[in-house]
């Protein structure tokens, strides 16, 4: 059988250097550390760079680890191991909420929804499992888009479905910017009107997003309905949300935050 490529091995060792640590690495240093020629360095991290495995500062010139293995590296959690490791606290958000709990993830800039608990009473509803949902007007959704490190967002798909519906693709990047800063995303009436969902990222030991868990149920159960609440949502609840997400989070090994 033949041997291992070389190419790729040296390849594979400059990408664990990168991931051994925050710091970015120059050409200089890798080498040294891999002691290769500098111009073999150099041309094994441009190709990396071409595909987007790697990036490269502009200010330094030095080289970090690139959104797109980031992207590829998310993959590897099966879809079953986290609705597994989500089953028992999305029953219990569901009980805590009273509202229907649904998790997500990324599909070709859309929602997958990959587990669909009931909302807690004898109402007709439907299973959810396997609808696509779009990006840009769900909960679920904006916590995807704000945490991937792969650009996904689509101005050809910014669809309004209500009024309340973000069509602009700027605006709705300096949402999704605070949705990651505060670390959770509502839709106020966004994809159906009278509807309301609050959702939040799960995370997996590197701190990676690998989905997100929602709530969702009318605005006059989820939203405060006078004076400086009014439409937005309550805060118990998106705690309840946060909790159950940072719950999942550890048990996929997250560190506790």
Not at 165 to 172: H, S, Y
Request: include cysteine; glycine fraction near 10%; charge should be neutral.
């Amino acid at each position: 059988m033949p041997g291992p490529i070389q190419s790729i091995e040296r390849a594979a060792a400059i990408l664990r250097l990168l991931s051994g640590g925050a710091r970015k690495m120059g050409v200089a240093e890798l080498a040294t550390a891999l002691g290769l020629p500098k111009g073999t360095v150099h041309g094994i991290l441009r190709t990396l760079q071409h595909v987007g495995f790697v990036e490269q500062s502009p200010d330094t010139g030095k080289y970090q680890l690139g959104a797109a293995l980031f992207h590829i590296g998310s993959s590897y959690l099966d879809v079953n191991e986290l609705r597994t490791r989500a089953l028992n606290w999305s029953d219990s958000l569901a009980a805590r909420s009273k509202e229907s709990v649904r998790i997500g993830t990324l599909h070709e800039g859309q929602v997958l929804v990959v587990h669909h608990v009931f909302r807690p009473d004898n109402s007709s509803q439907v299973l959810e499992v396997g609808a696509l949902l779009p990006a840009h007007a769900s909960a679920l959704g904006k916590v995807l888009l704000a945490n991937d490190p792969v650009d996904q967002l689509d101005p050809a798909r910014l669809t309004g479905f209500t009024p309340a519906t973000c069509t602009d693709p700027d605006r709705l990047r300096a949402v999704l910017a605070e949705v990651r800063s505060r670390g959770w995303a509502s839709d106020v009436e966004e994809m159906v009107e009278g509807e309301v969902s609050v959702a939040a990222p799960i995370r997996d030991r590197r701190g990676v997003t690998v989905g997100a868990i929602g709530i969702s149920g009318p605005i006059e159960r989820l939203c405060g309905l006078a004076g400086e609440d009014a439409g937005t949502p309550r805060a118990e609840l998106v705690s309840y949300v946060r909790e159950a997400a940072r719950a999942i989070s550890r048990d996929l090994g997250a560190i506790p935050w």
